[in-house]
């Protein structure tokens, strides 16, 4: 089993910068894939941006060039966003594949004037 937690969601303007943490309970090298979910009220969940064990990182075509999925050290995994925006609004979910997939809580980032 993998444990996931998120935090650095809130409120920001416009235009602003946050930096999303995701703290694994084991080392994110044994973990297939670590990755950033996203979910809208009245959307369906959608993919963000994803990091393997390589290194190797791909994101949704809404989010490149302004955010940045990255790892740490072992634990933690980052989603650095910059350049927010209102349809940036949403709550944010980490997702790691350790045979079965798994979640974290979520954290409500909210992009507002």
């Known amino acids: 089993q993998v444990h996931l937690v998120e935090s650095g969601g809130g409120l920001v303007q416009p235009g602003g910068s946050l930096r999303l943490s995701c703290a694994a309970s084991?080392?994110?090298?044994?973990?297939?894939?670590m990755a950033w979910y996203r979910q809208a009220p009245g959307k369906q969940r959608e993919l963000v941006a994803v990091?393997?064990?390589?290194?190797?990182t791909n994101y949704a075509d809404s989010v490149k060039g302004r955010f940045t999925i990255s790892r740490d050290n072992a634990k933690l995994v980052y989603l650095e966003m910059n350049s927010l925006k209102p349809e940036d609004t949403a709550v944010y979910y980490c997702?790691?594949?350790?045979?079965?997939?798994?979640w974290g809580q979520g954290t409500q980032v909210t992009v507002s004037s």
């Open positions: 997702f790691a594949q350790y045979g079965a997939g798994y």
């Open positions: 084991r080392t994110i090298f044994s973990i297939n894939t």
């Open positions: 990091i393997t064990p390589g290194g190797s």
